[in-house]
């Protein structure tokens, strides 16, 4: 049996907070999970945004600016392992090296677009110039099975490509198959049982950022906001610990 942690969308951007990040990297220094898995989603790219391209609210925005935003949370939630393993070699124990593995969301599959909208763009701007070199990157909407749970930035309809707008217990019933996804802004938690005692379990859960996004209005950012842990998971099995960020701010920060 095997611990993992979930990390949802963290939508790094330049001018957000992003003291959250180094609180969570003390969190998994203290749990040490033996699979990290990034839901994607983690650089927000509004720069290459077509949503609200040619508003008052896309000025200034800088497709540097937003690697540099990515680069700056992403050392702000590997410092503390860093620091930590930097110890145990110093004092020759042990360090922790868990497997890494973040699956492209559709902020950065912003990028590829780009570039295939203008073709001039290939080799100026690509997925390297993200700062996921220590981790284990997964083509965008491509699932990776770890323990027989199956994470990917969203679950689509094979027929159109696009995500399955249903609660945790619909997407369950037509992908049949332990999942933890991101992408949408919520927290939901699903368990099923098969006639035959099979059981599986589904969780969306697509943020984990302390801002608040404007295009949601002042209702639409009332939702949760965190991590999961996945306790003894085996063959899909696993029980979940859902971690807000208002918890990792009273036990971390400094």
């Known amino acids: 049996m095997t611990k993992h942690l979930f990390i949802p969308d963290v939508q790094a951007k330049d001018g957000v907070p992003m003291e959250h990040l180094t609180w969570l990297g003390h969190y998994i220094v203290d749990k040490k999970p033996d699979v990290i898995i990034c839901a994607g989603d983690f650089a927000d790219m509004p720069s290459l945004s077509s949503y609200d391209k040619g508003k008052k609210s896309f000025e200034g925005r800088r497709y540097k600016k937003d690697i540099a935003a990515a680069r700056q949370a992403m050392d702000l939630l590997l410092a503390p392992m860093k620091k930590y393993n930097k110890k145990q070699q110093e004092t020759r124990h042990k360090q922790y090296k868990p497997?890494?593995?973040?699956?492209?969301?559709?902020?950065?599959?912003?990028?590829?677009?780009?570039?295939?909208?203008?073709?001039?763009?290939?080799?100026?701007?690509?997925?390297?110039?993200?700062?996921?070199?220590?981790?284990?990157?997964?083509?965008?909407?491509?699932?990776?099975?770890?323990?027989?749970?199956?994470?990917?930035?969203?679950?689509?309809?094979?027929?159109?490509?696009?995500?399955?707008?249903?609660?945790?217990?619909?997407?369950?019933?037509?992908?049949?198959?332990?999942?933890?996804?991101?992408?949408?802004?919520?927290?939901?938690?699903?368990?099923?049982?098969?006639?035959l005692g099979k059981q599986t379990i589904g969780i969306i859960a697509g943020a984990c950022y302390l801002h608040d996004e404007d295009y949601k209005g002042y209702q639409g950012n009332a939702h949760w906001r965190g991590i999961v842990l996945l306790n003894d998971v085996r063959d899909g099995v696993f029980s979940p610990v859902f971690i807000d960020l208002d918890y990792l701010k009273t036990r971390y920060e400094a």
Not at 150 to 178: I, W
Request: with cysteine.
């Open 99 to 195: 497997r890494m593995v973040l699956t492209l969301g559709n902020h950065e599959e912003r990028i590829m677009r780009a570039v295939n909208l203008q073709a001039e763009l290939e080799g100026v701007m690509g997925y390297d110039d993200l700062p996921y070199e220590d981790w284990e990157v997964h083509d965008y909407l491509k699932p990776v099975v770890i323990d027989g749970v199956m994470y990917v930035h969203f679950l689509s309809n094979p027929y159109t490509g696009k995500p399955y707008t249903g609660a945790a217990k619909s997407q369950l019933k037509e992908v049949q198959h332990s999942f933890c996804v991101g992408h949408k802004q919520t927290l939901d938690c699903h368990m099923n049982f098969t006639p």
